[in-house]
């Protein structure tokens, strides 16, 4: 069955950092595009990030770009969210999500929360 | 980029079919079919129920289905049933250098 783990997420001061882990599982991970999508509290989903099977293309919303990095390992079937300097209006869960095939978000984490508060 | 434009929200009885629609640009939906649609039931991690504009992926109900005509995607829900209660998203390329984007979000409820 297919998994996908987050993990880094938690309490953190505006303009302070974190990053985000996930650990995935049973597929072949270095075949598929990875996204970061984050819901705010009551609100709907944003897209956030963008990373292809080798890692070589990358994308980023404009509410992120400049201050989020994604990367990937695809020796340690992972993906990582460096997030810096963070903001109040960062405070979201992040879902950790698996391309099947252009944008089609077939598999989504448990997701993180991510607090950005003094 | 704003936020593909849905219905706040969309209601049905039992049995019934609704539409939800999602309408974009001549630059993200009207020009690509990378239109997907997702399901988010209260509390819960969100759901792909189509992808490609129509395409279903295994295990999804037939009762999904999704449509595209120019700038406007739909996803139609036939014989509703009081667990598709929920959250419902639409998600689309854009080929830009923010290359994806979400719709706003339509509540579905069922009377």
């Known amino acids: 069955e297919v998994q996908l783990l987050e993990s880094g997420g938690g309490l953190v001061q505006p303009g302070g950092s974190l990053r985000l882990s996930c650990v995935t599982s049973?597929?072949?991970?270095?075949?598929?595009?990875m996204h970061w999508v984050r819901q705010a509290p009551g609100r709907g989903l944003e897209w956030v990030s963008f990373?292809?099977?080798?890692?070589?293309?990358?994308s980023y919303a404009a509410s992120v770009k400049g201050r989020f990095t994604i990367s990937r390992d695809n020796f340690k079937n992972s993906v990582f969210l460096q997030m810096s300097p963070l903001r109040a209006e960062d405070t979201a869960v992040y879902y950790c999500?698996?391309?099947?095939?252009?944008?089609?978000?077939?598999?989504w984490g448990q997701g993180a929360l991510v607090t950005v508060a003094p | 980029q704003s936020a593909l434009t849905q219905p706040a929200s969309v209601s049905g009885s039992p049995g019934q079919s609704v539409t939800i629609s999602c309408t974009g640009t001549s630059s993200d939906i009207g020009y690509y079919d990378f239109v997907s649609w997702y399901q988010q039931l209260p509390g819960k991690v969100p759901k792909l129920l189509t992808y490609?504009?129509?395409k279903r992926p295994s295990g999804v109900s037939s009762r999904f289905s999704g449509s595209k005509s120019g700038n406007t995607a739909s996803l139609t829900i036939s014989g509703l049933q009081a667990e598709d209660e929920g959250h419902y998203y639409c998600?689309?390329?854009?080929?830009?250098?923010?290359?994806?984007?979400f719709g706003g979000g339509t509540k579905l409820t069922v009377l």
């Open positions: 998600f689309s390329y854009t080929g830009t250098s923010a290359p994806w984007i």
């Open positions: 049973d597929f072949a991970f270095r075949s598929h595009a």
């Open positions: 490609d504009v129509t």
């Open positions: 999500v698996r391309d099947l095939i252009l944008g089609a978000l077939d598999h």
């Open positions: 990373i292809s099977e080798s890692g070589s293309t990358t």
